[in-house]
């Protein structure tokens, strides 16, 4: 159930994000019209199984530059994950695109990470 809420919540924050800036777009590739709740509940997977992953390796290998950048190096790591997203949905229907790294993605990640926070605050945690 908790897996199902976060895919949710991602996809609610994936939506604001590819609302708010103008270089992120999510549509479907092909023939068949799918949904647009159902293109970013796909979108949604991606991105929480890329973030449950990749980001553990890369955060842990990137240890030293975050320390050194006071945390601020998190912020391009996220920027990163949305980019592997990308990169990854453009083999499936439904496609991701980002189309500059330093405005699109980075605004992207940062609007991705407070309405996530916000929204996660509305969701009883599995741990309490």
């Known amino acids: 159930m908790s897996f199902l809420i976060r895919v949710i919540i ?15 777009q999510i549509h479907a590739v092909g023939d068949g ?21 990749v980001r553990p390796i890369v955060k842990f290998f ?8 006071l945390g601020l190096f ?22 991701l695109l980002i189309e500059n790294f330093w405005w699109d993605a980075i605004a992207g990640t940062i609007i ?3 309405v996530s926070a916000v929204l996660g605050l509305f969701v009883k945690s599995d741990r309490d």
């Not at 019209?33 to 992953?53: K, R, W």
């Not at 912020?75 to 980019?83: C, Q, T, Y």
């Open 33 to 53: 019209a799918v949904n647009t709740a159902v293109a970013y509940l796909v979108v949604a997977v991606i991105f929480g199984l890329v973030n449950a992953l």
């Open 62 to 69: 990137s240890l030293p530059i975050t320390c050194l950048t």
């Open 74 to 95: 998190t912020i391009v790591i996220n920027a990163l994950m949305l980019l592997l997203t990308s990169w990854l949905t453009s083999f499936t229907p439904i496609e």
């Open 10 to 24: 991602n996809a609610l924050a994936l939506a604001a994000a590819v609302w708010i800036v103008p270089g992120l």
């Open 112 to 114: 991705i990470a407070i």
